[in-house]
């Protein structure tokens, strides 16, 4: 197994997305615009070099090996390709876990949503072709593939924030977390990008609900959550309780109450805003909000 260091021969970073929730409205979004479903999986890079994580951090050889056959038209095209690992059979950390084993790997799938030259992707921001190229150039290329793990993500031009609400809902109802705005003659941009760029809008819709307290926890090093306080809670929803990790919200440690959940905790009902796996309902991260 590789060492798990990030990838020193290669400086391009995976695009980040802002964090921050916004909605269709927001004066920054200009229609027409492209959309498509944002998965609940775990976003990679597929290179001539192997497939790397957000952190450009490399993958096990285990996982290569499920991919073999498309690492090596990666090579032979010189390209490189921007997606998802993920199964709609299962949840997101159960998605993790099977990238820890040669067993389980083969449930994910790869879904592309971008693709690039390698030359665009080592030169500077702002060079190669707009994003609605880099779409048809990577459909195209996926389909002659012919590769039963490997798909293209559809996108959908969308011209009004009527059409984006809709494309909202069929893509929480058939099981992703929301969408992902991009403005079709966006260049591609490294590393972190800001709201204020004007590249990409994810959208997710929070839900909400009353959850019971099991435990308080101290957050530290989560990928999605500041460090701080967090606390394992319980939905209940048609008799099936779930569980999951949420972080407790400035205004929530505000209150009066926030003294005696640290106290004595378990059972208390608390008032909780999250995102989730859409087709599974399954809340995922999110804040509590009130207690």
């Known amino acids: 197994m590789r060492n798990p260091t990030p990838h020193e021969s290669n400086e391009a970073r995976l695009q980040l997305w802002p964090m921050d929730l916004i909605e269709v409205d927001d004066t920054r979004i200009t229609y027409p615009i492209t959309g498509c479903a944002l998965f ?11 497939i790397f994580d ?35 059979d299962i949840s997101y950390q159960q998605m993790l876990e099977a990238l820890q084993s040669s067993d389980k790997v083969t449930q994910l799938h790869f879904h592309v949503y971008d693709m690039l030259s390698s030359s665009e992707w080592n030169d500077d921001d702002g060079a190669g072709q707009p994003y609605i190229a880099r779409f048809e150039e990577y ?12 798909y293209p ?42 709201l204020d760029d004007r590249l990409v809008f994810p959208f997710k819709r929070p839900k909400e609900g009353e959850a019971a307290v099991q435990k308080l926890v101290n957050i530290e090093g989560h990928p999605f959550y500041p460090d701080g306080p967090g606390a394992v809670v319980k939905f209940t929803k048609e008799g099936d309780k779930t569980e999951c990790l949420l972080a407790i919200s400035n205004e929530a440690q505000k209150s009066p109450k926030w003294k005696s959940l640290q106290k004595s905790p378990l059972g208390v009902k608390v008032q909780t805003s999250f995102t989730h796996f859409g087709r ?9 909000q009130e207690l």
Not at 280 to 288: A, V, W
């Open 54 to 88: 957000q952190q450009n951090v490399q993958f096990p050889d285990f996982v290569d090996d499920r991919f073999s056959e498309l690492l090596a038209a990666v090579k032979e095209s010189d390209c490189v390709l921007e997606g998802y690992l993920w199964s709609p």
């Open 40 to 50: 609940d999986g775990i976003r990679v890079l597929f290179t001539k070099d192997g």
């Open 153 to 194: 993500v559809d996108q959908m031009m969308l011209d009004n924030e009527k059409m984006t609400n809709q494309l909202i809902e069929q893509c929480v109802d058939a099981g992703h977390e929301g969408i992902v705005l991009r403005s079709p003659m966006s260049l591609y941009h490294h590393g972190q990008v800001e």
């Open 139 to 150: 459909t195209q290329w996926v389909e002659k593939q012919q590769l039963d793990y490997v």
């Open 280 to 288: 599974k309902d399954i809340p995922r991260l999110g804040t509590i």
